[in-house]
């Protein structure tokens, strides 16, 4: 089995195809405004895409439920970035809005940084840490791992 693409379920289509077209920079593949579906190309031969969540619904007999229900999120979209500082200023300027300040996350091993697409689903973009600034758990967990 492989995975063959990511497919965000999204209530607001035409605003989140703007944001991932737009503020993040993404390269739409297909799609438009007014369609049902879009992709994106994100690196590597690796797809994000976006579908009317009123569509699916109605193909999996859910359409009766409410569309959003308040709880802690269920998934974060990650994006690696060679420049942290960078990425955020430009999304910033092209009109991004951040959830959380840039962060050092040594027990991650990664600096990182959160913001939200126009359907409220999270986004993460992360850059690895020098292994240096790692906190001594993940160091330790690093090494069991490269034994294996």
């Not at 879009?38 to 009123?54: M, P, Y």
């Not at 409220?120 to 850059?127: A, C, K, R, S």
């Amino acid at each position: 089995m492989k995975l063959d693409n990511v497919r965000l379920l999204v209530t607001n289509f035409d605003d989140c195809l703007y944001f991932y077209q737009t503020i993040l920079g993404l390269t739409l593949t297909w799609g438009e405004a007014g369609g049902n579906y879009a992709s994106f190309d994100v690196g590597e031969g690796k797809v994000l895409a976006l579908f009317r969540k009123r569509l699916m619904a109605e193909a999996v007999g859910t359409a009766e439920l409410p569309e959003q229900t308040e709880a802690q999120d269920r998934f974060a979209c990650i994006f690696e970035v060679g420049d942290l500082e960078k990425a955020v200023k430009s999304i910033e300027e092209r009109g991004g809005k951040f959830a959380s300040p840039i962060q050092d996350m040594p027990l991650w091993g990664i600096r990182t940084v959160h913001l939200r697409d126009p359907d409220g689903n999270l986004i993460e973009l992360i850059m690895g840490l020098p292994a240096e600034e790692w906190d001594e758990s993940l160091i330790e967990q690093d090494r069991r791992y490269e034994s294996k």
